[in-house]
């Protein structure tokens, strides 16, 4: 039996770490194989396997310091903790605590809750043009937003322009009721409620109607040049190379672009090429313009997408190994 201690500074930093019910502490437990009991401000850590024990530890110490940084304790924060000491990066724990990007509309302060997504935010600061791919849950969406909002807020920007491009994914448009802008409704709907929830819904439809706040279909933005505005194009894997390119070159003075996207899922038809996947070719090297990939680590939304989307991607991995031994095959088999 291997035993080892942490020491809290405060009773109130142990309260916080432990959760409700002990929440937090049982997904330690759970996940190293271990026992661990407090006693005021001493925490100690026993199992049968000595590395069980020490990963343990370096999560409690990691939470604890993150305690001293004010930073709330959730249980999507402690299995991230556990990542990053499993990965061997508990020397990173400590960066988690962030600046907050803006406050909501209810008073919760936004942040990334990821080194992904804290990158992926530093980036949209330091840059003209930000690309973001990344999977589902990653915040790319929900963490543009807070930055265009925060921006608008200390009036770097007069306008935020969220756009979409409106793919069918499997349903018709036409079958849809209502003129355009009612069957692009749906389509827009994930940046109406990110909106909502930063601004509230008075304060939204205040500057909607006074023109501060545009959300609309790509194919609005030809022939356009955005001056002074905060402009981010959602679901960018659905745009063709031709709508990329007219995108992009709206940019006026004063400006920052944000085009977000998963590659993994491209709804264009007959297997036509993604605008977003070769913008990241062509403008990987360009000044100003900064690409960053969020993975499954960055996912902050049910544990179980994470899941889900590493189940996905042992799947394509297999697949692809499969297409390649049986191209390697054929070549073999043609050989004179």
Do not use: W
């Not at 009773?11 to 026992?35: A, C, H, T």
């Not at 001056?227 to 063709?240: K, R």
């Not at 902050?300 to 697949?319: G, M, T």
Request: hydrophobic share 40%.
């Amino acid at each position: 039996m291997y035993e080892v201690t942490v020491n809290a500074e405060r009773l109130e930093d142990v309260l916080d770490v432990f959760g409700s019910f002990d929440g937090n502490i049982k997904l330690i437990e759970q996940n190293y194989g271990v026992r661990i009991v407090n006693r005021d401000t001493e925490l100690r850590i026993s199992g049968e396997d000595a590395l069980c024990v020490s990963k343990a530890e370096k999560v409690l110490s990691g939470l604890f310091a993150l305690c001293a940084k004010g930073e709330p304790i959730s249980p999507q924060n402690v299995r991230y903790c556990i990542s990053l000491v499993d990965d061997g990066e508990e020397d990173r724990i400590t960066r988690l605590a962030g600046d907050v990007i803006c406050v909501s509309a209810k008073g919760k302060p936004i942040k990334g809750k990821t080194l992904g997504q804290k990158r992926y935010v530093e980036a949209i600061r330091n840059n003209t043009v930000t690309i973001g791919v990344g999977p589902a849950g990653t915040g790319k969406t929900y963490l543009a937003v807070a930055c265009a909002v925060a921006a608008f807020r200390e009036k770097s920007v007069n306008r935020i322009i969220l756009t979409r491009p409106a793919v069918e994914a499997g349903e018709k448009l036409g079958f849809l009721p209502g003129d355009l802008m009612n069957k692009v409704d749906p389509y827009l709907r994930p940046l109406y409620d990110a909106l909502f929830d930063m601004m509230g819904p008075e304060n939204y439809h205040k500057y909607l109607e006074k023109g501060n706040i545009e959300v609309a279909p790509l194919a609005y933005m030809r022939g356009r040049t955005l001056d002074d505005s905060f402009i981010i194009l959602d679901e960018a894997q659905n745009t063709t190379p031709e709508q990329m390119k007219m995108f992009l070159t709206r940019l006026g003075f004063g400006s920052k672009i944000v085009v977000n996207g998963d590659i993994t899922q491209i709804d264009l038809p007959n297997g036509k090429k993604s605008g977003l996947s070769e913008a990241m070719q062509i403008l990987r090297d360009v000044d100003g313009i900064a690409t960053m990939t969020l993975t499954a680590q960055d996912v902050v939304r049910h544990e179980l997408v994470q899941r889900i989307i590493n189940a996905y991607d042992k799947y394509d991995s297999i697949r692809k190994a499969e297409k390649d031994r049986a191209a390697e095959q054929k070549k073999f088999f043609r050989r004179p």
